[in-house]
C-alpha cells in the first residue's frame, strides 16, 4: 500500500504545561504501526502557509488513535495550538527508525532514558512499550528527567504510573536535583560501573541538543552504548530533500553526512560527530 | 476528448510536460512509495558529478516566508554509482530520464557526460550551470566548498571571476559547446536568476548548441540568526525556492522565451495545475516541480490530473498550444 498524507481529525487538543500541548489525532492505521522514537510530519496551515510541514515524535498510541506533545515555538506550532475537537490535519507517517532493543543479553539489560524537554515524549512511549509490548519489568528501566522548572518535567506521572518513578533534576531547583540532567545520571552511572561493572545498560536519549552531547560524553565516558534522538529542520521527512544532515563518523576514519529523516532520527551516540 | 498532452523535443517525447526538478525527487526510487513514479512527464535526476560527493555541513535548509532556503552542497553518489545503482530503477520506468549533471570546469563538465553518456537509459542531460552552493574550481571530493581556487573555466573569464558558469555568457557558450560535442542526446543547460539579463544568458546556451533551456535555479539567498549574528546556514548562503520565487520564474520564462528558438523549461516554485499553465502560457515547452514535492510528495500527479481538466475545460485539444500563448496585445 502507498503511503500518502491524510487528513486526520482532532480529537483532542490540551494544554499540558506552559506554552505545552497534548494533542490527539485520529488515525488506526498510524496507531497500528506508530513504533517509539518514530515521528509525523503535520502540515499546520492552509495554502502551503507556512510552506514546510513540522515533524513530531509519537508520546503514545491507543485504539484508533495517537497524541503528540508539542511546545509553542513558532508560528507552525502556534497554529497548531488554536486547533479544536473536529478540525483536519494532514499528516504523514508514520517516518523513520525509532528506537532499538538491544541485541544480545535482552534480557538482563537495564534501560535507561534520559529525557530533556520536548525531548521526554518519544521516551515516553518507549518506555510504555518496553513495559506493555516486551515485558521488560519496570524495575530493569530507569528514566531521568530535566527541565526548567517542575512544570517541564513532562510525563512525570504518566511514567509513575508505569511503574518507573523518574529521577528528576531542574534548572530551578523547583523538584528533585538543581542543575542539569547529567547531575543525576552521571552518579547512577558511576555508582553502577562500580558495584556492578558487568551487568548492561542501554541508554536512551532524546532532547536540546547540548543535553544529548552532554548525555554522549556520560555515555563514552562509562561505556555504555546509548541511543539519541535528534532534531532537525526537516523541509520533507522522507529522504529526498538532504536537509536534515548531521555529522556522523564513516566508519574509515572520516565523516560523512546522515539524514535525521531515513537513518535517524536514532542514532548510535559513538557515531555522531557533535560539533 | 481527451486533451493530448505529449511534448516532443529533439527526439524524446514526453508523455505529459511535468516533470520533477533535480534536487527535489532524489533518484526517483524515493518516490515508488507515495505512487507510481511512472505517470510523470520525466524525471530530472539529483545532480550527479563525476566524483561522489559528501555535501555540506549542517544547518543545510531554512524556511521563509512562502519558501526556503537550501545548501546541500550537490551531495551525490558520483557517476559511476549513479550508472550502476540509480539507473536501473530509471530506465525501466519507461518515461524519459534527464540526468542532471555538473562539473567544476569545463573539462569535469565534459568527463561527467562521458562516463555517462554510454550507459543504457540516460535520454538526455540538464547542465547545472547555476548551484548556488557550490564553487567552481574546487576538488570534487572536498566536503567542504570554499571560495578559493581558480578553475581554468573561471582563469579564462572576464576580470571579474563569476561565481557560477550560468553568470557569463561566454562561460555559460563555451562550456556547453564543449558538452555538445561530447553527446548527440537532448541537451538542455539550467540557468540561474541571479543575473540582470536573463535573456542573453539563455541566447549562450542557443549558441553553444543546447537543444533547450532550463530555468530558473534557486535564487542565492541568505537568512541570519539575530542572536548570533551569524548566517543560519553554514554554507553563509543558500538556494531561495519554493511559490514566493514564482512570479520572478515566469517573468524570465517570458524573457526568455521571446529571446531564443530553442524550447525552454520552465520551473521556479510550481505548486499545481494552475501553476504549471502559467509557466507553459509564459512560454515553457515543459515544467518541472521542485519544492512541491518536499512538503506535498504526492503534488507531481494531481497537477498532472488537475492540468488535464484544465486544458478539457479550457477545450485546448493539445498542451503544446498553451506554449507562448501569452497576449501581450
Redesign the interface.
Known amino acids: 500500500m502507498?503511503?500518502?498524507?491524510e487528513a486526520l481529525k482532532v480529537i483532542e487538543n490540551v494544554r499540558t504545561a506552559p506554552g505545552h500541548y497534548r494533542m490527539r489525532l485520529a488515525s488506526p492505521r498510524i496507531a497500528r504501526t506508530a513504533k517509539p522514537g518514530q515521528f509525523v510530519q503535520i502540515?499546520v496551515g492552509e495554502d502551503?502557509?507556512?510552506?514546510?510541514?513540522r515533524p513530531f515524535s509519537f508520546l503514545q498510541t491507543g485504539p484508533g488513535w495517537f497524541d503528540l506533545l508539542y511546545q509553542v515555538v513558532g508560528r507552525g506550532t502556534r497554529i497548531l495550538a488554536g486547533k479544536k475537537k473536529g478540525d483536519a490535519l494532514t499528516v504523514?507517517g508514520p517516518l523513520g527508525r525509532g528506537w532499538e532493543l538491544p541485541g544480545a543479553v535482552r534480557g538482563q539489560v537495564t534501560h535507561v532514558l534520559a529525557g530533556g524537554g520536548v525531548g521526554i515524549p518519544p521516551l515516553y512511549h518507549w518506555a510504555e512499550t518496553l513495559v506493555k509490548k516486551h515485558k521488560v519489568p519496570a524495575s530493569r528501566i530507569r528514566v531521568f528527567l530535566g527541565g526548567r522548572s517542575k512544570d517541564f518535567l513532562h510525563c512525570e506521572k504518566a511514567f509513575a504510573k508505569l511503574g518507573v518513578k523518574p529521577v528528576c533534576a531542574t534548572d530551578d531547583g523547583s523538584k528533585g536535583f538543581k542543575g542539569r540532567i547529567t547531575g543525576v545520571l552521571e552518579p547512577f552511572l558511576s555508582s553502577r560501573a562500580a558495584s556492578v561493572p558487568t551487568a548492561p545498560v542501554q541508554i536512551y536519549t532524546c532532547g536540546p541538543t547540548p543535553m544529548l552531547k552532554a548525555v554522549s560524553a556520560l555515555a563514552a565516558k562509562y561505556s555504555v552504548p546509548a541511543q539519541v534522538s535528534v532534531e532537525?529542520?526537516m523541509?520533507?521527512g522522507?529522504?529526498?530533500?538532504?536537509?536534515?544532515?548531521?555529522?556522523v563518523s564513516d566508519d574509515k576514519g572520516g565523516?560523512?553526512?546522515a539524514l535525521s529523516c531515513t537513518e535517524g532520527p536514532v542514532f548510535d551516540a559513538c557515531k555522531v560527530m557533535w560539533? | 476528448m481527451k486533451p493530448d498532452l505529449k511534448v516532443k523535443i529533439k527526439n524524446v517525447t514526453f508523455p505529459n510536460p511535468v516533470l520533477v526538478a533535480s534536487g527535489t525527487y532524489g533518484y526517483a526510487q524515493e518516490y515508488e512509495r507515495f505512487y507510481p513514479v511512472k505517470q510523470l512527464g520525466g524525471i530530472v535526476t539529483k545532480t550527479i558529478t563525476l566524483k561522489p560527493r559528501i555535501g555540506n555541513p549542517p544547518q543545510r535548509v531554512v524556511e521563509t516566508p512562502g519558501g526556503m532556503l537550501n545548501a546541500i552542497g550537490l551531495q551525490n553518489v558520483g557517476a559511476e554509482k549513479f550508472v550502476s545503482d540509480k539507473l536501473p530503477y530509471l530506465r525501466k520506468l519507461g518515461i524519459p530520464v534527464i540526468v542532471s549533471v555538473m562539473g567544476y570546469s569545463v573539462e569535469e563538465f565534459c568527463a561527467v557526460v562521458e562516463a555517462l553518456d554510454g550507459a543504457p537509459g540516460i535520454d538526455g542531460y540538464e547542465m547545472n550551470l547555476s548551484c548556488p552552493n557550490v564553487s567552481y574550481g574546487t576538488a570534487a571530493k572536498a566536503p567542504v566548498q570554499t571560495a578559493a581556487g581558480a578553475s581554468k573555466a573561471s582563469a579564462q573569464a572576464p576580470a571579474k571571476k563569476p561565481r557560477m558558469f550560468a553568470h557569463s555568457e561566454a562561460l555559460i557558450e563555451e562550456v556547453v559547446g564543449a558538452v555538445r560535442k561530447k553527446t548527440t542526446k537532448l541537451l538542455a543547460a539550467k540557468l540561474g536568476p541571479d543575473v540582470s539579463d536573463i535573456g542573453a544568458m539563455a541566447q549562450a546556451v542557443e549558441r553553444g548548441g543546447a537543444d533547450a533551456v532550463s530555468l530558473i535555479n534557486t535564487f542565492t539567498a541568505m537568512v541570519i540568526d539575530l542572536k548570533t549574528r551569524r548566517p543560519v546556514l553554514a554554507n553563509r548562503t543558500g538556494g531561495l525556492s519554493g511559490p514566493c520565487v514564482r512570479p520572478v520564474a515566469v517573468r524570465m520564462v517570458s524573457d526568455v522565451f521571446r529571446a531564443v528558438r530553442i524550447p525552454v523549461i520552465g520551473m521556479g516554485g510550481i505548486t499545481s495545475a494552475r501553476d504549471a499553465a502559467e509557466f507553459m502560457i509564459a512560454g515553457a515547452s515543459l515544467v518541472q516541480a521542485g519544492t512541491i514535492n518536499f512538503m506535498r510528495p504526492t503534488a507531481c500527479p494531481e497537477i498532472i490530473r488537475d492540468l488535464k481538466t484544465f486544458l478539457t475545460k479550457e477545450k485546448v485539444k493539445r498542451v503544446t498550444e498553451l506554449t507562448g500563448s501569452l497576449r501581450l496585445e
Not at chain 1, 502551503?48 to 510541514?53: G, I, K, Q, S, T
Not at chain 1, 522522507?238 to 555529522?247: D, E, M, P, R, T
Open positions: 502507498k503511503l500518502k498524507p502540515t502551503l502557509d507556512p510552506l514546510l510541514p504523514l532537525e529542520p523541509p520533507c522522507f529522504g529526498v530533500c538532504l536537509g536534515c544532515a548531521i555529522k565523516h560523512r553526512f560539533s
